[in-house]
T-cell receptor, first 108, second 113 residues
């Protein structure tokens, strides 16, 4: 059974800090997703990756397939980055398994 | 832009009522999903559908049923609502290829009293 573990569960930081959220999974995957959920519920997809690194603005996602690990980085964090960040993996049977999320709070 | 809409953002129902949650997507996606999200448990799959009139149980189907009569619409039905079904319900859709991303609706926060 594939497990998806995220760390930390909660993170509070000052505006401008460099943020790292980690995700580990236990079995082979077809793709890994990073999702963002703001208060109010809506979820948006930030990244989908199966190898290497992707960058979008101040957000960077990396994945190490051998180590079964991914990180989401936020540079120059801002209060509007405050949200829940969710890691999800698509396994080889086409099922998506979600981590429990990391609640990020950026203080002004 | 892909749009996934859900019929209600907030819903309050009484124990024993039959509840319908509707989800509509406008991108002709084959795959649609219903999840519930609870604090400390994350997103859990209730049911999914790969095509019209097809449905598959997810991880927690008990107490729920679904209907997919048209490709764009996927309905979640609580046959007899109970207080432990108070939750945030999220619908998602996706093209058939597994490496494509899912698109989520805004969610329905259901309270059963």
């Amino acid at each position: 059974k594939n497990e998806v573990e995220q760390s930390p569960q909660n993170l509070t930081a000052q505006e401008g800090e460099f943020i790292t959220i980690n995700c580990s999974y236990s079995v082979g995957i077809s793709a890994l997703h990073w999702l963002q959920q703001h208060p109010g519920g809506g979820i948006v997809s930030l990244f989908m990756l199966s190898s290497g690194k992707k960058k979008h603005g101040r957000l960077i996602a990396t994945i190490n397939i051998q180590e079964k690990h991914s990180s989401l980085h936020i540079t120059a964090s801002h209060p509007r980055d405050s949200a829940v960040y969710i890691c999800a993996v698509g396994d080889r049977d086409d099922k998506i398994i979600f981590g429990k999320g990391t609640r990020l709070h950026i203080l002004p | 832009d892909v749009k996934v809409t859900q019929s209600s953002r907030y819903l309050v129902k009484r124990t024993g009522e039959k509840v319908f949650l509707e989800c509509v997507q406008d991108m002709d996606h084959e795959n649609m999903f219903w999840y519930r999200q609870d604090p400390g448990l994350g997103l859990r799959l209730i049911y999914f559908s790969y095509d019209v009139k097809m449905k598959e149980k997810g991880d927690i189907p008990e107490g729920y049923s679904v209907s997919r009569e048209k490709k764009e619409r996927f309905s979640l039905i609580l046959e007899s609502a109970s207080t432990n079904q108070t939750s945030m319900y999220l619908c998602a859709s996706r093209p058939p290829k597994k490496t494509y991303e899912q698109y989520f609706g805004p969610g329905t926060r259901l309270t059963v009293t």
